[in-house]
């Protein structure tokens, strides 16, 4: 038995995101599908981590055991023949026996993409968020590296069905910045770990900051254990992008 370890880059517009469905189109039901027709069988495909429908992926890792000898250069390229254009496999390798996306990976990295022009590129509408609007941007990119170190984020965390395992909702954010790069505003994240919608709730919190509806105080308050504080408002999918995930050397 061979473990095999892809790296996977998407388009999630056209996707109820990665998790298998039934009946719904998603990324990981499509590499199941195609990857259990090169190997003549069902052929399970775990994920680090599960993108939400419409989220777009740089370099999702994924992982897979099956008996084809077939080298990996060889898998890469049947496999792209058969998904669909808006997924591909960038890299194949082999991995140990056990090496497992989830819970190997030791850190992830995620990007939003906000429009600021009055006009947002037709070719470029499914990747970006477009607000034009006023908003004070000093004001957000000073208070985004709050966001920094160890936090209870269940203020920033969507309902979600693993909730009933009583998992902690703690997590460490290694780095927080919010940039302006000419017409677009940027927002990475890079962190041990990221709740449901959290990347989403934390933009929207953001813009929230930039509307003057929330001050230091009330971002402060987000992140202490127990507050109450609902989460959102949770920013659109389409301007979120899964750029790494990152595994002991």
Same mark, same amino acid.
């Given at each position: 038995?061979?473990?095999?370890?892809?790296?996977?880059?998407?388009? !999630?517009?056209?996707?109820? !995101?990665?998790?298998?469905?039934?009946?719904?189109?998603?990324?990981?039901?499509?590499?199941?599908?195609?990857?259990?027709?090169?190997?003549?069988? /069902?052929?399970?495909?775990?994920?680090?981590?599960?993108?939400?429908?419409?989220?777009?992926?740089?370099?999702?890792?994924?992982?897979?055991?099956?008996?084809?000898?077939?080298?990996?250069?060889?898998?890469?390229?049947?496999?792209?023949?058969?998904?669909?254009?808006?997924?591909?496999?960038?890299?194949?390798?082999?991995?140990?026996?056990?090496?497992? /996306?989830?819970?190997?990976?030791?850190?992830?990295?995620?990007?939003?993409?906000?429009?600021?022009?009055?006009?947002?590129?037709?070719?470029?509408?499914?990747?970006?968020?477009?607000?034009?609007?006023?908003?004070?941007?000093? @004001?957000?990119?000073?208070?985004?590296?709050?966001? @920094?170190?160890?936090?209870?984020?269940?203020?920033?965390?969507?309902?979600?069905?693993?909730?009933?395992? !009583?998992?902690?909702?703690?997590?460490?954010?290694?780095?927080?910045?919010?940039?302006?790069?000419?017409?677009?505003?940027?927002?990475?994240?890079?962190?041990?770990?990221?709740?449901?919608?959290?990347?989403?709730?934390?933009?929207?919190?953001?813009?929230?900051?930039?509307?003057?509806?929330?001050?230091?105080?009330?971002?402060?308050?987000?992140?202490?254990?127990?507050?109450?504080?609902?989460?959102?408002?949770?920013?659109?999918?389409?301007?979120?992008?899964?750029?790494?995930?990152?595994?002991?050397?």
């Amino acid at each position: 038995m061979r473990r095999i370890k892809i790296e996977v880059s998407y388009d !999630g517009t056209d996707f109820h !995101g990665w998790q298998v469905q039934p009946g719904l189109p998603t990324i990981q039901g499509m590499l199941e599908q195609v990857l259990s027709e090169i190997e003549g069988k /069902p052929v399970q495909v775990a994920g680090s981590g599960r993108t939400d429908a419409g989220v777009h992926a740089l370099a999702q890792v994924a992982a897979f055991t099956i008996e084809n000898p077939i080298p990996a250069i060889n898998l890469l390229r049947a496999a792209n023949r058969l998904l669909p254009h808006d997924v591909r496999i960038i890299r194949v390798e082999e991995a140990d026996a056990d090496f497992h /996306p989830r819970f190997d990976a030791q850190a992830k990295t995620y990007e939003y993409r906000i429009f600021r022009g009055e006009i947002c590129p037709p070719f470029e509408r499914r990747y970006l968020y477009h607000r034009p609007y006023p908003l004070n941007l000093e @004001e957000m990119m000073g208070l985004s590296p709050l966001l @920094e170190g160890e936090h209870d984020f269940t203020a920033f965390a969507a309902t979600d069905d693993r909730d009933q395992l !009583g998992g902690s909702k703690v997590r460490t954010i290694f780095c927080s910045r919010l940039a302006l790069e000419n017409d677009r505003l940027i927002y990475r994240v890079r962190g041990s770990g990221f709740l449901k919608h959290m990347v989403r709730n934390i933009v929207g919190v953001l813009l929230e900051i930039g509307k003057g509806n929330v001050g230091e105080e009330g971002l402060q308050a987000r992140l202490k254990p127990g507050c109450g504080i609902p989460a959102g408002p949770t920013a659109p999918a389409r301007g979120l992008f899964l750029i790494s995930v990152e595994y002991p050397t």
